[in-house]
């Protein structure tokens, strides 16, 4: 029996999942495992469970800024803002989840995000997105032609509603074995879980479930 995937949940529009996209593949080799990306629309997230987006709050989106640029200074990763953000991810999102070889998956994924937070100028447009398509190898043209489709825009919804289902509110997010890690800098956790070592025990989870709430904030 093949040991199963590590799945990783993914935006374009998250400056943490281009770094997070960077590490993962070298993460999940080092246990054996392989990668499945799951690219899903962030902006849906947000609207299921009522949040405001980190763009949307002026001192964070400056802080995530700040944040990411240290981030990649450590991971020796070059990160260049967008033309604009936050920005319209869909059509790249349509595009990376349309059924290719996974060679091929990764290649378009990487140019995608090389395109977005790489310096090369966004994907915020079907013109971008076909030069990132093209950068990989493949044919831009015939790719965001499909993209376009009912069944291209259908798959991109079913993967965001299963990610719900699967208690996703942020990306990127890992699925490792049914357990959910959260973010980037939850990737040594990810290791902690991978090596049956996690310290979260039945007994400590069920108690933090169990808490009462003694305050409701005012909304």
Not at 48 to 73: Q, S
Request: hydrophobic fraction near 45%; proline fraction near 9%.
């Amino acid at each position: 029996m093949s040991t199963p995937a590590l799945r990783f949940y993914f935006d374009f529009i998250s400056p943490y999942a281009y770094l997070g996209w960077i590490q993962i593949h070298a993460l999940a080799a080092r246990h054996g495992r392989e990668v499945e990306p799951v690219p899903i629309l962030f902006a849906a997230l947000l609207n299921h469970h009522g949040h405001k987006g980190p763009a949307e709050i002026p001192p964070k989106r400056l802080y995530i800024f700040k944040n990411v640029m240290r981030l990649a200074h450590r991971l020796g990763v070059s990160l260049v803002p967008p033309p604009a953000h936050p920005f319209n991810p869909l059509l790249a999102l349509r595009v990376a989840s349309l059924p290719l070889p996974p060679a091929a998956r990764r290649s378009l994924i990487d140019a995608l995000f090389a395109a977005a937070w790489g310096g090369g100028g966004g994907v915020a447009d079907a013109a971008t997105v076909r030069r990132a398509v093209d950068a990989a190898g493949l044919d831009g043209a015939a790719l965001l032609a499909e993209a376009e489709t009912s069944a291209a825009k259908d798959r991109l919804r079913r993967q965001t509603d299963d990610a719900l289902t699967h208690g996703l509110f942020g990306v990127p997010s890992v699925e490792v074995d049914g357990e959910l890690f959260w973010g980037c800098d939850a990737f040594p956790d990810v290791e902690t879980f991978l090596r049956g070592e996690d310290p979260v025990l039945p007994t400590d989870l069920a108690r933090w479930a169990n808490l009462p709430a003694a305050a409701q904030r005012q909304r």
